[in-house]
């Protein structure tokens, strides 16, 4: 069996190390500090980090343990599955053949692919690098790829499936797509593909280490897989620690999924793609990280952080510290910030442990503007109350909010924004600041159900149940349809 979704908790593990040790060349400092911590909240057993400015790597970090069952460190040399980030290398791939002169990512696919529906034909490239193209998914909903491994059986099913949509119509992430240009690269070089992306990558951006893999293959270093879910029955449930997690790609299926790299191999390919190593030409890179545009002349991508997605990169498309961001299997991701020169590379071994969500967090210890508490991500009327009570105090709020409105009167804040940023402030553990903005949210928004719904979730992490208990009933009130105030207090009324 074929999986690529698919986690099925093999060995679970009694426990996780205490102390999660940094090798490093550098020191221990506050982001190895950040990085244990966050890998402890988020019980992820190995992680490395790499940072790159000004074309070089200033820090390379390995953290926790790559083997759990046998209680083996993680070093430099361990190598972790990059999953869908494997994307990003068949987007260069394709730039190549674009500067080489072999194909335009305007062309239809029929150009360079025979036999294939009649409804595929006239789908572009860029269509299909950005999924937008429309093509049923060769990753059923179950996780399994069709064809059991086997290419041609793969094409003669999913060859009879109609389109889902009209090319350009949304974004819709799609493994079929990848497989097709897998096809057309390993035409148009003269070599199959993996060969073409390890002879004009790997080798040279100087990655010794990385290789194409999954968990079938005997692979030294290898930081292995884990996951926090399990399957029982139909469901997928979370468990306390992690397990082993098998997954398999086909070699058909390696431009979507299927390179193992280490933090610092990673950080030499962005070194090597933005000095011209890779692509010659700049305005090469400039195609492929620009987002598609949709017919509706919108951008899509995975999430309001990625919310663009260009030839095999995500993009963080955002007027602050814009970046491209390619994420792989819920546990890796590289971030390249385009007007910053900072680079950032976090690699680990627990599907679940999602680094994009907090890769920003780790740029704001070289960016300092890029701090949460410095109010980066915040819209522009958060930020100016944000500056407002990081001179008054965060118990003055209203008195803050009184002093913008006197500059301004047209100065608002909706409900959603407030809440947003309270959410924000819990996850930072700055629960009296938290505590302040829920606060303001329902005396500025009286009759917002969700705000009170979310001060009574706040005023539960506080240990105050009476609190929460008049908050959920206020929510209720205002919402008879709220099904979460309706559980807590009914929760909280039965202790």
Not at 143 to 158: F, N, Q, S, V
């Amino acid at each position: 069996m074929f999986a690529r979704k698919a986690s099925i908790a093999i060995v679970t593990i009694l426990s996780l190390p205490l102390c999660l040790l940094a090798q490093s060349v550098s020191t221990s400092d506050s982001v190895d500090l950040f990085i244990s911590r966050v890998m402890q909240e988020k019980k992820i057993p190995a992680l490395q980090l790499a940072v790159v400015r000004d074309g070089k790597v200033v820090k390379h970090a390995t953290y926790g343990m790559a083997n759990l069952e046998h209680n083996i460190k993680a070093t430099e040399k361990s190598i972790f599955s990059i999953n869908s980030i494997t994307k990003a290398f068949t987007g260069v791939a394709i730039m190549q053949l674009v500067e080489a002169g072999k194909l335009n990512i305007k062309d239809p696919l029929s150009k360079h692919l025979d036999s294939l529906p009649q409804a595929w034909q006239q789908i572009t490239l860029q269509q299909v690098l950005t999924h937008t193209s429309g093509l049923p998914d060769m990753d059923g909903s179950d996780g399994m790829i069709m064809g059991k491994g086997d290419e041609r059986l793969a094409m003669e099913e999913i060859t009879k499936r109609p389109i889902d949509f009209k090319p350009g119509e949304k974004f819709s992430y799609n493994q079929t797509g990848y497989v097709l240009l897998g096809q057309i690269i390993t035409k148009l070089s003269g070599m199959h593909f993996t060969k073409f992306i390890e002879s004009r990558q790997f080798a040279v951006a100087d990655m010794k280490l990385t290789r194409f893999g999954d968990s079938y293959d005997v692979i030294p270093n290898s930081a292995g897989s884990y996951t926090l879910t399990k399957q029982k029955g139909e469901q997928f449930v979370r468990n306390d620690k992690p397990g082993v997690a098998y997954i398999q790609f086909p070699e058909f299926y390696r431009t979507a999924a299927g390179i193992l790299s280490t933090a610092t191999d990673m950080a030499n390919w962005v070194i090597a793609l933005k000095t011209g190593k890779l692509l010659k030409d700049k305005a090469s890179m400039e195609i492929m990280w620009t987002p598609a545009v949709l017919n509706n002349g919108r951008i899509g991508g995975f999430n309001r952080l990625t919310n663009g997605y260009a030839l095999g990169w995500p993009t963080v498309s955002r007027a602050e510290h814009p970046a491209v961001a390619p994420v792989g299997g819920g546990r890796s991701s590289v971030f390249v910030y385009r007007n910053d020169d900072l680079s950032i590379i976090v690699l680990s071994n627990l599907m679940g442990g999602n680094p994009d969500q907090f890769t920003d967090e780790i740029a704001g210890f070289y960016i300092p503007d890029m701090k949460a508490e410095n109010g980066f991500g915040l819209s522009p009327g958060l930020k100016k109350l944000n500056a407002a009570l990081r001179k008054t105090g965060f118990e003055h709020t209203g008195s803050a909010m009184a002093s913008l409105k006197k500059l301004d009167p047209a100065f608002t804040l909706s409900d959603d924004e407030l809440n947003g940023w309270a959410y924000q402030l819990l996850a930072q553990k700055r629960f009296k600041e938290a505590l302040s903005i829920f606060q303001l949210n329902v005396s500025l928004h009286p009759k917002s159900a969700n705000a009170f719904d979310s001060l009574g979730e706040m005023y539960e992490v506080l240990e105050q149940p009476k609190e929460a208990l008049a908050s959920y009933k206020k929510s209720l009130a205002l919402n008879r349809e709220n099904k979460n105030a309706a559980g807590r207090i009914k929760a909280l009324t039965s202790k």
